[in-house]
């Protein structure tokens, strides 16, 4: 089947716009995460949703950022007033509840604040 | 909390040849989850191989093996015959329950003809 996906895959955007990143798991995953990689760097969590609620959010960097999932489906992440520092691949994987829970990637959304 | 850490940066191998990327974590967690991943220039992730915390195995994937010693908390991932194809960023990573998954920092490995 189809896997996870992402959008945009690029973003060039100016210092202090708002920005939304989407996500769309493989269906029947519950399990969602939100993860950002700046360059040559591993990955930093950012949020982990279990249906559509988010008992996790310790990893959001800052109040500008938030994320919300509908329908158990379908992620975004939103950064508000986005600074340099911001600019980095976030990628979303989500995963199946139970048994060994592999998380699945999508592409990444490429972020570039000027 | 719960750490990874992968001490090698960077690692050349040669083609056809085995190589060991290394990974210890720490956690005071019974029940936990150990992953690895590959990440070629193209830059997505790529799951390769999964241990549990409570198998009695050693978890083997093809090519890939996971060299899992619990006592000394490592989780080493063989590759035996390397190929070119293999050259890419490799990430351990460490989950508990159903909650965040934390990743190493990588080991860049290079496969050399």
């Known amino acids: 089947g189809a896997g996870v996906s992402q959008s945009p895959s690029n973003k060039v955007t100016e210092k202090g716009k708002d920005v939304e990143l989407r996500c769309d798991p493989i269906s029947g995953h519950t399990a969602l995460y939100w993860y950002r990689q700046s360059l040559g760097q591993g990955l930093e969590f950012l949020i982990y949703f279990q249906g559509n609620s988010a008992p996790d959010k310790s990893g959001l960097p800052s109040d500008r950022f938030s994320a919300e999932r509908t329908g158990g489906s379908v992620s975004t992440l939103t950064i508000q007033r986005t600074q340099q520092e911001d600019s980095a691949v976030y990628l979303c994987?989500?995963?199946?509840?139970?048994?060994?829970?592999?998380?699945?990637f999508g592409p990444g959304t490429r972020l570039l604040v000027l | 909390a719960q750490k990874i850490t992968q001490t090698q940066p960077g690692m050349f191998v040669q083609e056809k040849e085995a190589v060991t990327l290394d990974c210890t974590y720490d956690t005071s967690d019974q029940s936990y989850g150990l992953f690895w991943y590959k990440q070629p220039s193209s830059g997505e992730m790529i799951f390769l191989i999964y241990q549990g915390s409570y198998d009695e195995q050693n978890a083997t994937e093809g090519r890939y093996s996971l060299n899992f010693q619990k006592a000394r908390k490592s989780a080493n991932l063989v590759i035996s015959a390397s190929q070119l194809g293999d050259s890419a960023m490799y990430f351990c990573?460490?989950?508990?329950?159903?909650?965040?998954?934390?990743f190493g920092t990588g080991t860049k490995l290079q496969v050399i003809p």
């Open positions: 994987a989500s995963s199946l509840e139970g048994g060994k829970e592999t998380q699945y």
């Open positions: 990573a460490m989950r508990r329950g159903y909650q965040k998954v934390a």
